[in-house]
């Protein structure tokens, strides 16, 4: 989608800090962190948030998962969060689905 920021940010139109790229999956540093280690994992195809996963869409959902496993590991984080925010009330802010990777801190549990 041309007007959304993480299609544009997976196919190089607007800067990211890069940690992971594949043919399907894009990691790259939350430009706000709110921890020490903050990534955001996104599929390269837009897919609005965990609500419109379906099962012709969720292979990507599960190698996201993979991604995730091997760059946390590779970056050498052995504890960490992973959290998605589906809707408004839930703090999403960006309509293209991605997977927070919190690591680094104390986490308090519930979360906010
Ligand atoms: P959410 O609020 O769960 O939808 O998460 C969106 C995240 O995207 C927030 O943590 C933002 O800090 C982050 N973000 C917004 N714009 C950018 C950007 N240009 N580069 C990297 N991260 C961004
Ligand atoms: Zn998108």
């Known amino acids: 989608m041309s007007d959304c920021l993480f299609c544009r940010i997976a196919n190089g139109e607007i800067p990211s800090n890069k ?31 965990v609500a419109e996963i379906t099962p012709e869409n969720a292979t990507v959902a599960a190698h996201i998962f993979a991604v995730i496993s091997k760059v946390t590991k590779d970056l050498g984080l052995e504890s960490y ?21 919190l690591s680094g801190r104390d986490m308090t549990w519930p979360p906010g």
């Open 19 to 49: 940690v992971y790229e594949d043919d399907t999956v894009y990691a790259f540093y939350d430009i706000d962190p709110q921890a020490p280690t903050h990534i955001l994992v996104i599929p390269k195809a837009h897919i609005a948030s």
């Open 81 to 101: 969060r992973v959290v998605s925010n589906i809707g408004q009330q839930a703090g999403q802010s960006v309509p293209h689905l991605h997977f927070h990777v």
